[in-house]
């Protein structure tokens, strides 16, 4: 069962209307979206720090498919400029009541430039401003510096750091960051 905002039924978490930032749009995956999301998830550069890795043709097209679907846990994000997808923002609830997961991939050639900092804080006003969301949760590997910084940037605060917590395909254990922000940080910003 979808929640009801002002602004209509939103299907899972993320089916809402399309927002703008200063440079960019944020949107629903569709499911054309697929050859876009592969170019940026099949380079190891920028996959290196998702559990999964890099996706092929065929992982692409399920992960636009899934997106586009009933229970998305992600939003496309492309520049205003171009209209071109350059990566996406995971967002979908997490294991508590209004808690939700958000987290950022952007293609290699559009990552320095502030788009993750940008669209993510769109995704916050969101979540606490529409959803009501009591706290969202992020998180990252200690050697992904890029990604904490964002989070950093966002005013997330770290919680903890988890030991070999996470089991990659390849029989690596990573360890992970933990960072939130709860709602009334949000409006404190």
Known sequence: MGLRSSRGILRGTVNFLPRETSRLVLRAIELGDWRAIHRYMSDPRVTTWLPDGVMNEEQAQAFASKNAGETPEAIAVLTKSTNQLVGH??????????????????????????????????????????????RIIATCQPQNVASWRVAEKL???????????????????????????????????
Do not use: N
Request: glycine share 8%; proline share 4%; net charge neutral.
């Open 89 to 134: 923002i995971v967002f979908h609830p997490w294991a508590q009541p209004r808690t939700h997961e958000i987290g950022w991939v952007f293609a290699g050639s559009h990552q320095r430039r502030g788009y993750a900092t940008e669209a993510a804080k769109s995704i916050l006003a969101y979540a606490f401003e529409t959803l009501r969301c009591h």
């Open 155 to 189: 005013g997330m605060r770290r919680e903890g750091s988890f030991r070999q917590c996470i089991l990659r395909p390849t029989g690596e254990w990573w360890d992970e960051f933990f960072y939130s922000m709860l709602e009334e940080e949000h409006y404190l910003r």
